[in-house]
């Protein structure tokens, strides 16, 4: 595979202690800490970057306000960024910094390249017992106070022309059609052989540049509930979430970010070979979420947000109404 996800993620934003706080709440390792910038690592070694938005060695804006300006995405070999390298030498924006090297895609978004920084690691998830297959014997699952995201999954952008944003990552870069929204969606995997999307291309009924969301992949379902009703308990505002994707098949828990867009917790997404056959969905409230809890789950009551909290007694034990 040439392309192995991404590497490296740059925001710019207003507020950095805010995004600090944030940030760290998430999950992520703070690694480096100056007045101008924040960088936070996740398990694997995947960076995440909190710029201010004045910077002067920030890409442009694609929309105004705190957003994302940069997306690295890491390549298995040197090999590969040279032959990347002369394929996108006449595109826009272009930019050959040795280690590093980049263009700017049709929507306006600085996109770069670079030897995977990332590092393999081995953790513990949690085995599901279905009635087909019991995988976890005399062991119960784990139950997360927190979360820690091991990297940025993928990206999500609204775009003012999907099918030229989908060409161009497709025939420079290799990336493979995994589903399609017709005329309005794309969602693109770096290889063939990889999970459901690295990058999902939205172009809304008045097409505009703008982030829509970063996903952050977790363990297993529990740690999205986990992390999530950490986030609440924080005091971090739901946009939507829990719930399940029915494209990807991924549990999800979004969430505002101070430093622009959404953000998720997932796991569990499909995982897709050359075999796969691309499909066409109409947008549609079922489509995007097969169940979704709006609002959130409140951290410490663990329930709903607004509902009752537990009162430590059995079901049984309440009175019949």
Not at 22 to 46: I, K, P, Y
Not at 163 to 172: H, I, P
């Amino acid at each position: 595979m040439d392309v192995l996800g991404i590497d490296e993620i740059t925001y710019g934003a207003d507020d950095l202690p805010l995004c600090k706080k944030f940030f760290s709440d998430w999950g992520m390792t703070l690694a480096q800490e100056s007045e101008q910038a924040l960088v936070f690592e996740t398990l694997n070694g995947c960076r995440v970057i909190v710029k201010h938005s004045d910077a002067a060695d920030l890409p442009p804006a694609i929309e105004a306000g705190p957003t994302l300006r940069e997306v690295v995405w890491g390549v298995s070999a040197p090999e590969v960024l040279e032959r990347f390298a002369v394929r996108i030498a006449g595109l826009p924006g272009y930019v050959n910094q040795g280690k590093r090297i980049g263009c700017t895609d049709p929507n306006g978004l600085a996109v770069r390249f670079q030897v995977t920084q990332k590092r393999e690691i081995d953790v513990e998830c949690a085995e599901m017992n279905t009635w087909s297959h019991k995988h976890r014997i005399n062991q119960r699952s784990p139950a997360y106070e927190r979360a820690a995201p091991i990297e940025v999954g993928h990206v999500v952008f609204f775009v003012k022309d999907v099918k030229a944003c989908e060409s161009f990552y497709c025939d420079n870069f290799g990336f493979v059609p995994s589903d399609h929204y017709p005329g309005r969606g794309a969602f693109l995997r770096c290889a063939a052989d990889g999970g459901h999307h690295d990058i999902f291309l939205l172009q809304p009924p008045e097409a505009r540049a703008g982030l829509n969301h970063v996903a952050f992949t977790v363990r297993d379902i529990h740690e999205v509930f986990g992390g999530g009703m950490h986030m609440s308990r924080k005091g971090w505002d739901t946009q939507l979430g829990p719930g399940r994707h029915p494209i990807s098949s991924a549990y999800f828990w979004y969430f505002r970010n101070p430093a622009g867009g959404l953000i998720e917790y997932y796991a569990d997404e499909d995982q897709l070979n050359e075999e796969w056959e691309p499909r066409d969905f109409e947008p549609g409230p079922t489509v995007f979420a097969e169940w979704a809890i709006d609002g959130g789950i409140d951290g410490n009551t663990r329930r709903q947000k607004n509902a009752e909290g537990p009162s430590g007694k059995f079901l049984t034990d309440r009175p019949k109404s």
